[in-house]
């Protein structure tokens, strides 16, 4: 009775070191999977998704896309596809998210889809949550979320310019040319321009400028590049009694991104009346 007693403990004791020294049985992977090359963007800027699938189900699921997604908003809106790899055809948007197609998959089958997109210009500042899904012509798996992209706009420095002519001629028109230069980094996608020209001179024309009131001017700006630059122009007139020397000035009121640079938002350009016939800029 003893003796089968302690033999009972020892076979015990080796199943419980058996056990303890088995390796851990892996959980399976999940049907979708991603990872991103980087989660903090600006528009303009190129980043991969890679996109891990595995069928978890015990029969085949024909027709399977990698679908990408992103929560509350429209992927579409947000990104270009620039290229995929992995797909047996090509990759294409929808109208709410991007897909990669891979056939068909048996049980237990995984693939890897590689986006490479691009953020748009257009798209707003703010965090954007990723949601991705096994989606098949005969069956999908629930989608998975994550992680977020967050989008920051880089700033742009504009440098404000301002130039005049007439440089000596017989007339009274003065015509200012407004140029707006972006030194980046970032793309600019807007800017307002606003000036004041002397009393004495009285509104004439403009292009890309308005007069708003008074002696006032606006000059509106759409996207400028890293490293271009824009121009608009208004020209006035002399007063027939016009005579000393007048100054216009201008300056950057807004623009998007934010500008990190306020040394250079600002011009003036002074121009001389002879008499209200003769301007000299």
């Known amino acids: ?9 020892v076979l015990g004791i080796l199943l419980g070191i058996a056990f303890l020294s088995s390796p851990a049985v892996a959980a399976p992977p999940a049907p979708s999977a991603i990872s991103v090359s980087s989660t903090q963007l600006a528009p303009g800027q190129e980043f991969t998704v890679s996109f891990e699938l595995f069928n978890a189900d015990t029969s085949t699921i024909t027709s399977v896309n990698a679908q990408l997604g992103t929560v509350g908003t429209n992927i579409v809106d947000l990104l ?3 290229s995929c790899t992995g797909s047996v055809s090509v990759c294409h948007p929808t109208l709410h998210t991007f897909r990669g197609p891979v056939g068909d998959l048996v049980p237990g089958a995984t693939r890897t889809v590689v986006f490479t997109f691009r953020v748009k210009e257009t798209a707003a500042a703010g965090g954007y949550t990723l949601e991705h899904q096994f989606i098949g012509g005969n069956f999908a798996f629930a989608p998975g979320t994550g992680p977020v992209l967050t989008i920051t706009p880089q700033a742009a420095d504009l440098a404000v310019s ?19 230069k972006n030194n980046g980094p970032g793309n600019a996608s807007s800017a307002r321009i606003s000036g004041h020209y002397a009393a004495g001179f009285s509104w004439n024309s403009g292009n890309g400028c308005v007069r708003t009131t008074g002696q006032s001017v606006r000059c509106d700006f759409s996207a400028i590049p890293v490293g271009g630059s824009a121009t608009a122009s208004f020209s006035v007139n002399a007063g027939l009694l016009a005579i000393g020397s ?4 201008v300056s950057r009121t807004s623009s998007s991104p934010a500008d990190p640079v306020s040394g250079n938002d600002n011009a003036s350009r002074s121009c001389s009346a002879i008499t209200g016939l003769l301007v000299l800029c």
């Open 1 to 9: 009775m003893g003796l089968r007693r302690g033999l009972s403990v």
């Open 246 to 249: 007048f100054t216009t000035s």
């Open 162 to 180: 301002l130039d005049a002519s007439p440089k000596g001629i017989l007339t009274s028109k003065v015509t200012y040319t407004v140029k707006v």
């Open 80 to 82: 270009d596809l620039v």
